[in-house]
Structures are given as structure tokens and as C-alpha cells.
């Protein structure tokens, strides 16, 4: 199975956070040795659109065929056409090829190659269209509010749930961003990563940090050093 880590070279949240040195090594490097230490994946790719990172990438052992092209790397270009025209570039297949292919976010370096095999093992289990990572919301949806045209806050869904307690509540979970298993033809075809045969691979919140900002970035070289120091 092939392991695809896109890595865009712009980001305004936190500008080179894919390259930035995290607990002793690029944020970048987690992902690829994690990857590379899989014993369900073949192999590592790494897609971006900038040299620095495709150096960076190969100085770790991931496979960088090509940049990725400029149309492919702009903020709102969509991660869908990222996969399926790498999935092209390295198998030369048609878009219904069925055979499933691995996502690790780069912003996920807290997912562990465990992680990794076990939710493909679950794939392979459950027959799976798809296998998304997620950890249990931290508040419930319901309770999400927004500001209307006139400033007034206002309740996001409409439901007769938004006062309740949380122990009233079933629970929510959200995808953490950390593994995606996709089969090809779910993606190129439906351009989604849903259907009716996709199951949650379950991780606890330590594990399930994705960097956004400065703030998720020290968060989680917190957690990386505690466990760190506790291997010791």
C-alpha cells in the first residue's frame, strides 16, 4: 500500500510549519520515519510544491516524484485533486482502480507507525471503503454557537438539544486528520472520502493533536518531549 504525506510549501497559520525543527528534527520527519517503519505500507511519497521540502523529505528516506504542480498548491485547491493526480502520476491507473492507498498528514506527528498499522489492519478487516482517524469532540456540536448579521449569538444547528447537558448527549467524534485509508475509486469517482462502508479508527486526544498555529505547535512538542523523556 502506498503512503501519501502532502506537504503545501504556503501556510498562513503557521508560514513553514511542515519543515519547522519539532523535538530535535524537521515537524515533516515524524511522518516519513513513522510511515517508513510501517510494516503495511510499500511506500513513502511525499507531495509539495517546494524544493526545501522535497529535500527535506528525501534527506528521510520518503520519495518525492516531482513537484507538485502550482494549480495543485494553492489555498483553496482541493486535496482530492492532489491524490488523484499523484495516484496517476505513480500507477499510470484509471480512476476505478479499487486498490487503497494511505493519507498522513504531515501536522499529525503524534500518530504513531502503531496507529498506522492497525488502522489499516482494520481496513483490510472490515472490507472498508475507507478508514478516517478520530478522536471523541471535545464538546458536543450541538452546542456550537454563531453570530448572526445583527450580532446576536445564535444557535449553529437548530435543535432542542443545544441546553442540554453533556451527559444527555450521544457522544461526537471527529476526524483528527491523522490516517486516511481511501480506496482510489471512492475518491476519484464520488470525490469524497465517505460511503456507507467507512469505519473510525479511534484515537485518544494526546495522540490526535493536528498543528494549525503556533499554539497547537507548542502543545504538541509538549506532549512529544513528555513522552520522550518518559522512554528514557
Known amino acids: 500500500m502506498i503512503a501519501i504525506i502532502p506537504a503545501r510549501g504556503g501556510s498562513k497559520g503557521l508560514p513553514g510549519k511542515n519543515i519547522l525543527p519539532f523535538c530535535g528534527k524537521p515537524l515533516i520527519a515524524w511522518t516519513i520515519e513513522a510511515a517508513l517503519a510501517c510494516k503495511s505500507l510499500d511506500r513513502v511519497i511525499v507531495s509539495t510544491d517546494s524544493e526545501e521540502i522535497a529535500d527535506t523529505a528525501r534527506t528521510y528516506g520518503a520519495e518525492v516524484p516531482g513537484l507538485r504542480p502550482r494549480e495543485l498548491a494553492l489555498d483553496n485547491s482541493s486535496a482530492i485533486d492532489v491524490y488523484i493526480y499523484l495516484w496517476k502520476k505513480l500507477t499510470g491507473k ?9 493519507v498522513l498528514q504531515p501536522t499529525s506527528p503524534l500518530r504513531t507507525t502503531e496507529d498506522i498499522n492497525t488502522a489499516v489492519k482494520l481496513f483490510h478487516e472490515k472490507k472498508a471503503d475507507s478508514v ?3 478522536s471523541e469532540a471535545t464538546h458536543p456540536p450541538v452546542w456550537a454557537k454563531k453570530i448572526d448579521e445583527k450580532g446576536v449569538l445564535r444557535n449553529y444547528f437548530e435543535t432542542s438539544q443545544s441546553l442540554f447537558n453533556r451527559q444527555q448527549i450521544p457522544v461526537a467524534y471527529m476526524p483528527n486528520g491523522a490516517v ?15 460511503s456507507d462502508k467507512t469505519y473510525p479508527y479511534h484515537m485518544p486526544y494526546e ?10 505547535f507548542r502543545i504538541a512538542e509538549y506532549i512529544m518531549n513528555f513522552h520522550l523523556n518518559n522512554k528514557k
Not at 484509471?94 to 494511505?102: E, Y
Not at 495522540?207 to 497547537?216: A, F, K
Open 207 to 216: 495522540r490526535s493533536l493536528d498543528i494549525d498555529n503556533i499554539w497547537d
Open 94 to 102: 484509471a480512476k476505478s482502480d479499487p486498490v487503497p492507498f494511505v
Open 132 to 134: 478516517i482517524s478520530v
Open 180 to 194: 486516511f485509508i481511501l480506496k482510489n475509486a471512492l475518491v476519484a469517482k464520488n470525490r469524497n472520502y465517505y
